[in-house]
Nanobody, 122 residues
Framework: EVKLEESGGGSVQAGGSLSVSCVESGATYSRLCMGWLRQVPGMERHEVVAAVDSSGRTSYASSVKGRFTISRDNAKNTHTLQMNNLKPEDTAMYLC???????????????RGQGTQVTVSS
Protein backbone atom coordinates (compact mmCIF):
# COMPACT_ATOMS: atom_id res chain seq x y z
CA GLU A 1 0.00 0.00 0.00
CA VAL A 2 1.33 3.41 -0.94
CA LYS A 3 1.52 5.84 1.95
CA LEU A 4 2.21 9.52 1.47
CA GLU A 5 3.04 12.08 4.13
CA GLU A 6 3.35 15.79 3.43
CA SER A 7 5.26 18.45 5.30
CA GLY A 8 5.77 22.14 4.82
CA GLY A 9 3.26 24.69 3.62
CA GLY A 10 2.06 27.53 5.83
CA SER A 11 1.24 31.19 5.32
CA VAL A 12 3.07 33.86 3.36
CA GLN A 13 2.42 37.20 1.76
CA ALA A 14 2.01 37.56 -1.97
CA GLY A 15 5.36 37.40 -3.73
CA GLY A 16 6.84 35.13 -1.11
CA SER A 17 7.99 31.51 -1.28
CA LEU A 18 7.06 28.24 0.38
CA SER A 19 7.84 24.61 -0.20
CA VAL A 20 5.96 21.39 0.44
CA SER A 21 7.56 17.96 0.59
CA CYS A 22 6.29 14.41 0.56
CA VAL A 23 7.72 11.12 1.73
CA GLU A 24 6.44 7.91 0.14
CA SER A 25 6.51 4.42 1.61
CA GLY A 26 5.11 1.05 0.68
CA ALA A 27 5.90 0.86 -3.02
CA THR A 28 8.78 0.76 -5.48
CA TYR A 29 9.29 4.50 -5.63
CA SER A 30 11.08 4.55 -8.96
CA ARG A 31 7.99 3.10 -10.65
CA LEU A 32 5.73 5.87 -9.45
CA CYS A 33 4.73 9.12 -11.06
CA MET A 34 4.74 11.71 -8.28
CA GLY A 35 2.70 14.86 -8.26
CA TRP A 36 1.01 17.63 -6.36
CA LEU A 37 -2.68 18.42 -6.46
CA ARG A 38 -4.45 21.34 -4.88
CA GLN A 39 -8.02 21.92 -3.84
CA VAL A 40 -9.75 25.15 -3.04
CA PRO A 41 -12.69 25.00 -0.57
CA GLY A 42 -15.96 24.87 -2.43
CA MET A 43 -14.40 23.42 -5.57
CA GLU A 44 -15.27 19.81 -6.30
CA ARG A 45 -12.23 18.90 -8.34
CA HIS A 46 -8.57 18.94 -7.56
CA GLU A 47 -6.20 20.81 -9.85
CA VAL A 48 -3.11 18.86 -10.83
CA VAL A 49 -0.35 21.38 -10.27
CA ALA A 50 2.78 19.45 -11.24
CA ALA A 51 4.11 15.98 -11.92
CA VAL A 52 7.54 14.40 -12.13
CA ASP A 53 8.53 10.99 -13.39
CA SER A 54 11.40 8.81 -12.18
CA SER A 55 13.82 10.33 -14.70
CA GLY A 56 13.04 13.84 -13.50
CA ARG A 57 10.88 14.87 -16.45
CA THR A 58 8.36 17.42 -15.24
CA SER A 59 4.94 18.77 -16.19
CA TYR A 60 3.27 21.92 -14.87
CA ALA A 61 -0.16 23.48 -14.95
CA SER A 62 -0.16 26.74 -16.88
CA SER A 63 -1.25 28.56 -13.72
CA VAL A 64 2.04 27.77 -11.98
CA LYS A 65 4.55 27.34 -14.79
CA GLY A 66 7.60 29.51 -14.25
CA ARG A 67 6.85 29.96 -10.56
CA PHE A 68 6.72 26.41 -9.15
CA THR A 69 9.38 23.70 -9.41
CA ILE A 70 8.80 20.04 -8.69
CA SER A 71 11.69 17.71 -7.97
CA ARG A 72 12.22 14.24 -6.58
CA ASP A 73 14.94 12.30 -4.80
CA ASN A 74 14.61 8.64 -5.69
CA ALA A 75 17.14 7.63 -3.03
CA LYS A 76 15.01 9.18 -0.28
CA ASN A 77 11.54 8.46 -1.71
CA THR A 78 10.71 12.13 -1.50
CA HIS A 79 9.50 14.83 -3.81
CA THR A 80 9.23 18.54 -3.25
CA LEU A 81 7.29 21.44 -4.70
CA GLN A 82 9.11 24.75 -4.44
CA MET A 83 6.67 27.63 -4.85
CA ASN A 84 7.98 31.10 -5.66
CA ASN A 85 6.24 34.38 -6.38
CA LEU A 86 3.12 33.09 -4.68
CA LYS A 87 -0.21 34.71 -5.42
CA PRO A 88 -3.42 34.81 -3.35
CA GLU A 89 -5.06 32.51 -5.90
CA ASP A 90 -2.48 29.84 -4.98
CA THR A 91 -4.21 29.50 -1.60
CA ALA A 92 -5.38 25.90 -1.32
CA MET A 93 -4.88 22.54 0.34
CA TYR A 94 -1.92 20.91 -1.39
CA LEU A 95 -1.98 17.13 -1.61
CA CYS A 96 0.93 14.85 -2.38
CA UNK A 97 -0.06 12.28 -4.98
CA UNK A 98 1.26 9.17 -6.70
CA UNK A 99 0.21 7.19 -9.73
CA UNK A 100 1.46 4.67 -12.26
CA UNK A 101 1.78 4.71 -16.01
CA UNK A 102 2.68 7.62 -18.25
CA UNK A 103 3.53 10.62 -16.08
CA UNK A 104 2.02 13.98 -16.82
CA UNK A 105 -0.84 16.18 -15.64
CA UNK A 106 -3.34 13.59 -16.89
CA UNK A 107 -1.97 10.75 -14.75
CA UNK A 108 -4.49 8.95 -12.58
CA UNK A 109 -3.08 9.87 -9.18
CA UNK A 110 -4.72 7.03 -7.27
CA UNK A 111 -2.86 7.61 -4.03
CA ARG A 112 -3.04 10.91 -2.17
CA GLY A 113 -1.87 12.30 1.13
CA GLN A 114 -3.96 14.14 3.67
CA GLY A 115 -2.83 17.52 2.43
CA THR A 116 -1.12 20.57 3.84
CA GLN A 117 -2.51 24.10 3.74
CA VAL A 118 -0.88 26.93 1.82
CA THR A 119 -2.29 30.40 2.43
CA VAL A 120 -1.15 33.47 0.50
CA SER A 121 -2.31 36.86 1.68
CA SER A 122 -2.42 39.98 -0.46
Amino acid sequence: EVKLEESGGGSVQAGGSLSVSCVESGATYSRLCMGWLRQVPGMERHEVVAAVDSSGRTSYASSVKGRFTISRDNAKNTHTLQMNNLKPEDTAMYLCAAGVGYCDLGTDFSWRGQGTQVTVSS
